[in-house]
C-alpha cells in the first residue's frame, strides 16, 4: 500500500516549531537521551521486526496502535521527553547491549578473562578447544614457559593457537556472517617506547576493524554540530517522521520545509530537508552513533568532576 502524502493542513493541530528552540541549550547527553526515545518509539511501530504495513499493525492490535499514535503526538506538547544522564552502561538499559563507557580503552576485567571458560562449553569451539587442552601440556597459559618433556602435538596445537588471532577463531566456529561487537581484544607491550606503541595501536585498529567488519564513526561530536541540530530543525523533523508513519503518511520535502523553516521563504527550502535535515536525522537515529554519543558525554563529565578511575 502506499503512503499518502501529508498536506499541511493534515499536520498535527498541537505542533509548533517555536517549543524546539529549547535544544539550542541541550548537551550532548540530553540529546543522546531524548533521541533515543524516538528511536524506541519507531522500533515500536514496527513491532521491532522491520517496517510493515501501518493498517497490518492496526488490524491486529488496535488498541496499542491507538496508544504509538498517541504518543507520537503527544511529543509536540514538549518535546523534552527526558533530561538524560551521566553514567556508564547499555543506553537501552539491556545486558547484552555494549555499554557507553568514558574510557573506551581500559584494562580486561576479570570477568573479561575468565569468562573464555565459555568457549569451552560451546561445541561449536571444541576444535579450538581441545587443542587448548593438549597445547596446555606444552606450553604453560599463563607463563609461556616451555615444557621440555612435551609431545610434537602438543606444541603444534599450541603453534596453532598463537598463530590464530581470536576474530579468526570466532569466524571459523560461528559462520563468517557473525557480527563482532564494538569491543577487541590486543596484547600490548606497555614497556615499549610511546611513539613505537602509537604506531602499532594505529596499524592494529585498522585491521582490527577490517578484519571484523566494523566501520568507525568519523569523528567525535562537537559544539557546531549540536549548533547545526538545533538550526535545521532536525529534532522537530524526526517527530514529524515518525508521527507520520505512524498513521501511513509521507510528508514531502516541501511541506516539510515549510514546517520547520516557517519564516523562511528561500527556494532552497526542499534542498535543505533532503540534503542537510534527513542526513542529519538519519546519522542521529543510529544506536551505534548514540552511544558513542553518550560515551563522549560521559567522559567529559567525568574529567569535569575530576573523576579519578580505579583502573
Not at 69 to 97: K, T
Not at 182 to 196: C, G, Q, S, W, Y
Not at 208 to 226: C, F, H, S, Y
Not at 235 to 254: E, M, P, S, V
Request: proline content about 5%; overall charge negative.
Amino acid at each position: 500500500m502506499k503512503l499518502k502524502r501529508a498536506q499541511f493542513s493534515d499536520l498535527p493541530p498541537n505542533f509548533d516549531i517555536t517549543k524546539y528552540e529549547i535544544c539550542a541549550d541541550w548537551d550532548i547527553g540530553t540529546w543522546v537521551a531524548n533521541l533515543f526515545w524516538r528511536v524506541t518509539r519507531r522500533e515500536g511501530l514496527d513491532g521491532g521486526s522491520g517496517p510493515v504495513e501501518i493498517r497490518e499493525i492496526m488490524k491486529r492490535n488496535a488498541a496499542h496502535m491507538r496508544m504509538l499514535q498517541d504518543a507520537s503526538q503527544e511529543v509536540f506538547d514538549d518535546p523534552l521527553l527526558n533530561f538524560g544522564n551521566s553514567d556508564e552502561g547499555s543506553i537501552d538499559g539491556l545486558p547484552d547491549s555494549p555499554p557507553a563507557l568514558a574510557r573506551r580503552v581500559r584494562d580486561l576485567s576479570a570477568f573479561d578473562v575468565l569468562r573464555s571458560k565459555d568457549y569451552f562449553s560451546d561445541d561449536a569451539f571444541a576444535k579450538y578447544t581441545e587443542s587448548f587442552e593438549l597445547a596446555a601440556t606444552a606450553i604453560d597459559p599463563i607463563s609461556g614457559a616451555l615444557n621440555p618433556e612435551a609431545n610434537d602435538a602438543g606444541v603444534d596445537a599450541a603453534h596453532l593457537l598463537a598463530g590464530t588471532p581470536d576474530w579468526k577463531m570466532v569466524r571459523d566456529c560461528l559462520g563468517e556472517d557473525y557480527e563482532f561487537g564494538p569491543f577487541a581484544l590486543a596484547t600490548i607491550d606497555i614497556r615499549a617506547p610511546d611513539e613505537d606503541l602509537i604506531a602499532d595501536f594505529r596499524l592494529w585498529l585498522e585491521l582490527a576493524r577490517k578484519n571484523r567488519g566494523v566501520d568507525p564513526l568519523p569523528r567525535a561530536v562537537t559544539k557546531d554540530d549540536l549548533d547545526l541540530w538545533s538550526e535545521m530543525q532536525v529534532l522537530a523533523y524526526i517527530d514529524l517522521t515518525i508521527w507520520a508513519y505512524a498513521r501511513n503518511l509521507k510528508i514531502g520535502a516541501a511541506v516539510m520545509g515549510r514546517a520547520l523553516f516557517p519564516m523562511e521563504f528561500d527556494i532552497g527550502l526542499e534542498d535543505r530537508v533532503r540534503k542537510v535535515v534527513a542526513r542529519e536525522a538519519q546519522k542521529l537515529t543510529n544506536m551505534e552513533v548514540l552511544r558513542s554519543m553518550q560515551s563522549q558525554h560521559v567522559k567529559a563529565e567525568r574529567e569535569s568532576e575530576n573523576f579519578t578511575p580505579e583502573y
